[in-house]
C-alpha cells in the first residue's frame, strides 16, 4: 500500500511537471507568436508610412487640382488679355493713320492763294507753287507776291530735295539775289537773312559774278546756278495761316 501511495505521488508530481512543461513550451510559443506579429506590424507600419509618401492623401491631392486649375485660369486670362490689347492697338494704330490724312488734308486745303488757284503742294508747315509760266527774276517775284506769296528760300537739304523734285528738271528761280553791303556784293535771301544752307553747282563760282544784278535759280541738275538775265520759271513759298 505504501509503495503505491508513493508511486501516485510520483506519478502526480511528474504529471504536474509535465503539465507545467508543457505550459512553459505554450507560453514560449504565445511569445513568439506576439514577436512575429509585432514584427510583422512594424513591417506593415512601416510599409504603409513608404505608400503614404509615395502617393498623397486626397487633401494634397486636391490642392495640387486647385493649383492647376488656378495656374491655368490665369493662363487663359493672360491670353484673352494680350488678345484685347492687340486688337486695341491695332484699331488706335488705324484711328492715327485715318487722324494723320485728315490733318495733311486740312493743311492742303489751306495751301491755296487769294485768288483760290491750284497747284499749291507742302511741304511741313510751307506750301510751295511751281509756275508753268516763265518770267524774269523781279517780274516771277511779283506774280509770288500776287500769291500772297514769296519766291523760295531754301534752308536745309529736305527742303532743297524737295523743290529740285518740284522744279521737274526745269530751270526754277529762287529766292536768292546778291546785294551791296559796305561795297562788297553778298548773297542774300528776299527776307533779308543770308544763306545758311547752299547747294551751288559743283566748281561754279560761289560769288556774285555780275554784282547786286546777280540771282540764283534751280538747273536742270537741281543744283544753284547764277545769273543776271533771262526768263525761268519760279517757285513761290508761304507759310501755312490757319484761320
Known amino acids: 500500500m505504501s509503495s503505491n501511495i508513493y508511486d501516485d505521488i510520483n506519478l502526480n508530481v511528474r504529471y504536474t511537471k509535465g503539465a507545467r512543461e508543457d505550459e512553459g513550451q505554450r507560453e514560449e510559443r504565445l511569445v513568439d507568436i ?12 512601416q510599409d504603409g508610412g513608404a505608400r503614404s509618401e509615395n502617393h498623397p492623401p486626397s487633401v494634397q491631392r486636391t490642392r495640387f487640382r486647385a493649383a492647376a486649375l488656378t495656374l491655368g485660369l490665369l493662363c487663359l486670362l493672360l491670353l484673352v488679355g494680350v ?11 488705324t484711328k492715327i493713320e485715318e487722324l494723320q490724312t485728315s490733318i495733311d488734308k ?19 508747315c510751307r506750301c510751295y507753287f511751281k509756275s508753268t509760266e516763265v518770267k524774269n527774276w523781279t517780274e516771277s517775284r511779283r506774280d509770288c507776291w500776287e500769291r500772297g506769296a514769296e519766291l523760295v528760300i531754301i534752308g536745309s537739304r529736305e527742303e532743297q530735295d524737295f523743290t ?8 526754277s528761280w529762287i529766292g536768292l539775289q546778291a546785294v551791296r553791303s559796305r561795297w562788297v556784293d553778298e548773297w542774300e535771301w528776299v527776307d533779308g537773312s543770308p544763306p545758311t544752307y547752299s547747294a551751288w553747282k559743283s ?8 554784282g547786286a544784278l546777280s540771282t540764283a535759280y534751280i538747273d536742270l541738275d537741281g543744283t544753284w546756278t547764277q545769273t543776271s538775265n533771262g526768263s525761268k520759271g519760279w517757285i513761290c513759298e508761304k507759310q501755312i495761316t490757319f484761320v
Open 34 to 45: 506576439y514577436d512575429s506579429a509585432g514584427t510583422e506590424d512594424r513591417v506593415l507600419k
Open 83 to 93: 488678345i484685347v490689347l492687340s486688337t486695341l492697338y491695332i484699331s488706335m494704330q
Open 106 to 124: 486740312l493743311k492742303n486745303s489751306y495751301c491755296s492763294d487769294t485768288n483760290n488757284q491750284t497747284g499749291w503742294r507742302r511741304f511741313g
Open 164 to 171: 529740285s523734285e518740284l522744279s521737274k528738271a526745269e530751270t
Open 203 to 210: 566748281g561754279l563760282e560761289t560769288n556774285p559774278l555780275h
